[in-house]
């Protein structure tokens, strides 16, 4: 009777290792749906130049590991993180030697973020703009000249 256990196992586990590695290969392999990420940017308010969000999680500073690289010699390697999350987006301040301000208040760990609030990092500064938010409020501001329009009012 073991002798027949151990001949049956003798092919019976290496066929099952070979199955779920199988398995395994064709779960990793398997294109996914990559989630796209809302739309925001910072826009320079001294160039105009935008430096969009691509990530969830977006470092921002001067290294080249960085999301977003600021070459700027007042900002830190590491300076922040700029992060989506349920309720929105927010901002951390990651120990940057300069800190980091949000509307001219210092950021301490974290703060949410509005679209239209001006960020500054060093002595430069951003804008942060949610193209969700934009977008929600150019609809308003058309449904509301429709109506204005409709009613005769200029």
């Not at 151990?6 to 586990?13: G, T």
């Not at 301000?101 to 990092?121: N, T």
């Amino acid at each position: 009777m073991s002798q027949t256990i151990l001949s049956v196992s003798r092919y019976a586990l290496p066929a099952l290792a070979l199955g779920i590695a199988v398995i395994c290969a064709l779960r990793l392999l398997r294109r996914r749906k990559i989630q796209a990420v809302p739309g925001a940017f910072l826009l320079n308010t001294v160039n105009r130049d935008r430096l969009p969000l691509e990530r969830f999680e977006n470092a921002l500073g001067r290294s080249k590991h960085c999301d977003v690289v600021l070459n700027y010699p007042a900002v830190s390697r590491f300076h922040a993180v700029i992060a989506r999350r349920r309720d929105g987006w927010v901002i951390i301040d990651t120990g940057s030697s300069g800190g980091t301000l949000l509307d001219d208040q210092p950021v301490a760990k974290r703060a949410p973020l509005r679209h239209g609030q001006v960020l500054r990092f060093g002595s430069f500064e951003f804008m942060f703009c949610d193209e969700e938010e934009q977008a929600r409020i150019e609809r308003e501001a058309a449904m509301e000249w429709r109506q204005g329009t409709a009613s005769g009012r200029p």
